[in-house]
């Protein structure tokens, strides 16, 4: 059953502490999964906005098939018709590897009055007891699971599972950026895998036509 949740509060005092999604990725390149996982987050969640923010140096993963302009300029593309979508540079300013205990500090010390939510891929829920300095990480952030059909969270501690909230019931799609690169590499269609300014930026670009 999917939860939801109450909206931002507005005081005098304070103004509007906005409450604020936290999508992090390559998005090597950002495809229609990341844009239906974010908005069903925003949705059941209760978001005033959702952050997509490119990966700097990713701790777990090679080098990106493609450098930081390109993939910046493709997330600019896919979101740029989304009013409550928003492109955050600060894995990208920041040297180093992109983790996301430092990204959450970052934006809290930035944004001290808004509520920040980290979004996940249900694959990643099972995974959190292993992520480095998670304990930080909760204490800064919920995390929003959105879970894909088949996949079950395991016996997650509680320290975890109290500061979850997991989107079931969500309309996904099984696809990933090495999929679509690999598509583009033996000339295949990627046409509404990707937004359509995405996908024309690819082949102007001739992004991934190289790779093996």
Known sequence: ????????????ERGIDMRIGIF?????PIHMGHLMVAEQ??????LDEVWFIPAGKPPHKGTPASPPHH???????????HPHFRLSRVELTRPGPSYTVDTVKDLKKAHPKEHFFLIVGGD????L???????????????????????????????IAERLILLEGVVTIDLS????????????????LVPEK??????????????S
């Open 24 to 28: 992090g990725g390559t998005f090597d």
């Open 177 to 192: 950026s090495s999929e679509i690169r690999k598509r583009v590499a033996d000339g295949k269609s990627i046409r509404y």
């Open 129 to 159: 007891p292993r992520w480095c300095k998670i304990e930080e990480i909760l204490q800064a952030v919920q995390v929003i699971g959105h879970l894909r059909p088949g996949v079950a969270t395991g016996d997650l501690p509680p320290r």
């Open 198 to 211: 995405v996908r024309r930026y690819i082949e102007e670009n001739r992004l991934y036509e190289l790779e």
């Open 71 to 81: 993939r910046v300029r493709m997330v600019e593309l896919a979101i740029a018709d």
């Open 124 to 127: 990643m829920v099972n995974d």
């Open 41 to 46: 987050a925003r949705e059941a969640a209760g």
């Open 1 to 12: 059953m999917e939860r939801r949740f109450p909206r931002h509060s507005e005081s005098p």
